[in-house]
């Protein structure tokens, strides 16, 4: 009845369909005031949200068009004859009113919802009706419940026999580059460790865009297990591995109504831990006024449900709580942060302390997971190793096995500094807004952009000394970073204790 | 910097922002990781999800399109020079955030939410999380505040000195169509009425799809106001009065995602009779298993709750818990269900017997305000002006001051008759199925489309009888029902008692 037509309009993960209003076949209003409707053709079907085209250009009378993820979801070829129809109820929903009526949801309901989510079989606000519907309440078998669905609709990493090891931070301290360290050091001691990180999807920098400044990330499943299984590890971004799809959908809505809670963020990270094939996982969650988790309280409340839905799923957890309360390093955004991590790994004299410390913290950690080692010697094996050069070596293996970059270490020149209103010593600084002033500088889509803090919290400032550098893309977004500085740096500055 | 393009593209209430993926000015991506924009000219502002187009023939460099509701909300002409910025934060949400943790919100955050929802500054997925956050609980007082919200939005009617009456019936039971027998019947009375109606939705037939059949609905502020001052009530289209402009936002969610909670049910009803400037409401609420509400427990706490805000806002409330077992009348549709009305307002022998009670019941409800009547006399005097024939006057006064619409009585005669399986007599009728069949069918864009019921509770049926008969818009129309029907045709029918 109609032909498919491909519509160049990336809807950001929703399927839409367009129909003309003038359409031949069916009613469209009618269609549209139930919100979704079904594309057929060949047993092919997918739900997707209507739009209503007024402009014969777009859209003939006879066609349906489909946006650029609706039609890579269909995957058929322009021309294919098509037909709508008014959608199969979704069964799943039945669960997400459930949730919203207060009711605790079985396995068996997560698994549908799931399985119904990473189908992308939900629009964008029935999506934001489960995590709200979540948030009210969840139990702690509802997180297992959660998280085991999660990872059943992932795509599973097998390490036949070996016992492989993985780390992760909650996120949310600007420069907290920890991974590109701890992974060369645990493999220098000999431990597998496929990391797989997340590019930024609202902060100035993901692991996988600071990495990209030194190697090729963009790296699929086969070939991330011949990497690993040459050297021992790899440092790839998550997004071609399909750890959990679920997780890349719900994140959609997650990041625009920040959305964050503990429940969500357990069952993310231990369901994509589950599918990436780990039994052993450190876990960092830093603390402090302006972090993800705010108090001590909260963390071990967290702590402990990581732990309890990590058990039930047989990983071994070793979480540290760690100081959240500013920037980790001097860098924020990609090419400050891999200048940091390289200062580290090269024992540069003037490498950033708290991230040496932290990373060493981390990776002690995980190799006290090796049972040949005397308990508490994680520590100093970890630190034998940076200061070797051991380090410095097995991230030199990856970077020639996953593709130097070649990318120049070079902030941008287009760049203003901040400077201190008054003398004083920094009290705290607010990791939300140093990120912001990173991110609106153009970090990380431009590399060298972002901000370089050239002053730590207990350093004493002078009045118009700068307190950091805004490195930005373009000349806008230099006035976009600075007017938010200028508005507010971050810094809290105390009156001198001198005299 | 970049120059405004309409796109003939109707999102269904929601505004979008169309850039080129190749746009000179800005990194399109980076603004949509935040999923929304705002869009600027002279002073002009509004916020958009952005979409990223990868078609230069839809759109160039260095233009930015607006869907046709964002181009509406903007109002500024095609060619005009537009930037765009990261929006502004909505800090209404903060509310919403507070409301999915638990919290009681104040009047004056339910101002703010419904302010900014009703000027659109709301996507699908927030309005989604604010109804969600609601369901999960609210205080009476809550909703009283929500409702005041509501209403304050909305543009209020005055009606200096006379006293307004008001009749509702919170829906969900097909060819329940009282309002165009109770509006003539009480104006006969001599009392004001100014009736706004909505249209279907996701039903068959709304009051003012139905009274399309017989005038013109489609009136506005003034030209209503006129009509009443003339001849004492209307019987017009709500969508051009705008009584709750968050309403028809909202709406737009709870319908796909049918969240129907007791609480928005209350705030959306009470505060459009309030801007209608209404001082005395008769509500009818239907109760029955495939009735919007489903027990009598669960009516008397609707009603508690109606009462309650209705009387801190000064409303006079009668509200009438009524049998809802079954679909009201024969016909189902507009056409359909203009002929049973007309046929009381003319004392046809044959006119369904329940319409007719149904709507002398509520009139005399109405009536009863009137100081002048003895108390228990409303339903005579319903009674005496609808068989005087002076409620067919006042239909007539009404057809003429709104205008007549010409239009045939007749159903559409792409025709089938749904036949019973067995002999036996008719125990129920599904609403919810009745109403599905009739919408599959066409109604209510076709006027004449819908179901004509046959036989309703305690008929007795021989097998192969026709139960009702379907009369579709178009022949795909016909089978889409047909089919619906054929799986289950909504009547349940028990052993004739017959020997």
Not at 102 to 122: F, K, M, P, T
Not at 314 to 341: K, S
Not at 427 to 453: E, H, N, Q, T, Y
Request: hydrophobic letters at 45%; one cysteine or more.
């Amino acid at each position: 009845m109609l032909t498919l037509k491909r519509i160049g309009i990336d809807t950001h993960r929703e399927s839409i369909a367009y129909l003309s209003r003038s359409c031949a076949h069916y009613h469209v209003e009618e269609f549209q005031a139930f919100g979704k409707i079904e594309v057929k053709a060949n047993g092919t079907r997918i739900p997707a949200t209507l739009n209503i085209v007024d402009d014969d250009t777009l859209l003939g009378p006879h066609e349906l068009g489909l946006s650029e993820e609706a039609f890579r979801l269909f995957g058929l070829p322009p021309g294919t004859i098509v037909t709508i129809d008014h959608p199969r109820a979704v069964e799943s929903l039945d669960a997400v009113r459930a949730k919203i009526q207060g009711q605790v949801l079985s396995d068996a309901q997560y698994a549908a919802v799931i399985r119904d989510v990473a189908a992308q079989r939900y629009s964008k606000m029935e999506i934001a009706a489960f995590l709200v519907g979540c948030a009210s309440f969840m139990t702690a078998e509802e997180v297992l419940g959660l998280t085991r669905a999660m990872a059943e609709v992932g795509q599973k990493l097998r390490w036949d026999g070996k016992t492989v090891v993985d780390k992760h931070c909650i996120g949310g301290i600007p420069g907290n580059r920890t991974s590109m360290i701890v992974v060369p050091i645990v493999m220098a001691h000999g431990l597998t460790i496929p990391k797989t990180s997340s590019r930024a999807i609202t902060s100035p920098a993901g692991t996988a865009d600071t990495m990209e400044v030194l190697a090729r990330v963009d790296i699929g499943t086969d070939e991330m297990r011949a990497i690993v299984e040459e050297i021992g590890g790899c440092l790839v971004w998550g997004g071609r591995v399909n750890l959990s799809p679920a997780d890349d959908v719900l994140i959609t809505v997650e990041r625009p109504l920040a959305i964050d809670t503990r429940e969500q963020m357990v069952a993310s990270i231990l369901s994509k831990k589950l599918t990436a094939g780990a039994s052993y996982l450190v876990l960092d969650i830093p603390v402090g006024p302006t972090a993800k988790v705010r108090s001590q309280a909260d963390a071990v409340r967290l702590r402990k449900l990581f732990e309890y839905v990590g058990g039930q799923l047989g990983l071994m957890l070793d979480i540290r709580i760690t100081d959240g309360r500013q920037p980790i390093g001097r860098g924020v955004g990609p090419v400050l942060e891999a200048r940091d991590v390289l200062a580290v790994l090269r024992n540069d004299a003037d490498a950033p302390a708290d991230l040496r410390e932290r990373a060493l913290l981390l990776a002690g950690a995980l190799i006290e997971s090796d049972p040949a080692l005397r308990g508490g010697q994680g520590i100093h094996r970890a630190r034998a190793l940076l200061d070797s050069g051991a380090a410095m070596q097995a991230m030199e293996r990856i970077i020639m096995a996953q593709g130097p970059s070649g990318m120049a270490l070079t902030p941008s020149a287009i760049m203003q500094e901040v400077l201190a209103p008054d003398d004083g010593v920094v009290g705290s600084i607010d990791c939300l807004r140093i990120a912001r002033v990173a991110r609106m500088a153009g970090a990380p889509a431009f590399k060298g952009a972002g901000v370089d803090l050239l002053h730590k919290c207990g350093d004493a400032v002078r009045r118009g000394e700068p307190l950091y550098r805004i490195h930005a893309g373009l000349p806008t977004d230099l006035t976009f970073a600075a007017q938010l500085a200028a508005q507010d740096n971050g810094y809290r500055l105390t009156r001198s204790s001198r005299p």
